[in-house]
């Protein structure tokens, strides 16, 4: 099932992608300059001075892992919620990512972990992005909030969300988490529950 407010949300984003994202024009104005920031791959020969390593995969101590505004923001008639999760490069150096992030909702007894949306599922492929000092990557995640058994009373046994106390977030191929606020009794994590891989930039889906 396609994300259904994606739509909103993505119009509620498009006046912090110019300041948390990574536009072409910095991106350019930073390759100009020597900063190793590139949209899917690799720096191109000759970016880096001679004697410079190439750009290091990111890890968590270099990432500031934060959730998009509008936390949650539903369909409310379709019983869905989606947000952005952010990761900002907080070093002195460019870094790289690819893949999908690793994504749990827990509560005391319980948690359910976010399943990758594969492009045959209506997602996108993986691609390397490099997050030039400052950049942002994101990575879109989404959930059904309502019981899949169709009853009209939320428990912990049909919606393994509600009452989560935590959201944990983990950079690809890395083992250290991030604990984020659950979403809130109102949008908990039911069903569903699935994450694209990430993308330059703050939007979360390309």
Not at 25 to 44: C, L, R
Not at 63 to 85: C, F, K, M, Q, W
Request: with cysteine; proline share 9%; net charge negative.
């Amino acid at each position: 099932m396609r994300m259904t407010g994606r739509g909103y949300l993505l119009a509620a984003l498009a006046a912090t992608v110019a300041v948390a994202g990574c536009t072409a024009a910095d991106a350019q104005a930073n390759s100009a300059n020597g900063s190793p920031a590139t949209a899917n791959g690799p720096a191109a020969p000759g970016t880096f001075p001679a004697g410079r390593p190439a750009t290091p995969e990111c890890t968590a101590a270099d990432l500031r892992i934060t959730v998009s505004p509008g936390y949650g923001a539903n369909d409310t008639a379709g019983g869905h919620a989606e947000l952005a999760l952010w990761f900002t490069n907080v070093g002195a150096r460019g870094c790289f990512m690819r893949g999908y992030p690793g994504v749990e909702v827990s509560r005391p007894g319980g948690a359910l972990n976010a399943q990758r949306e594969l492009p045959g599922d209506a997602g996108q492929a993986a691609s390397q992005v490099t997050i030039p000092p400052g950049g942002t990557a994101s990575a879109w995640l989404g959930w059904e909030f309502f019981p899949r058994d169709g009853s009209g009373t939320v428990t912990t046994e049909d919606c393994p969300g509600y009452h989560a106390t935590r959201l944990l977030v983990t950079v690809p191929d890395q083992t250290t988490s991030t604990v984020l606020a659950a979403p809130n009794a109102e949008t908990p994590v039911c069903w569903e529950f699935v994450v694209d891989p990430v993308v330059l930039g703050a939007a979360g889906w390309s």
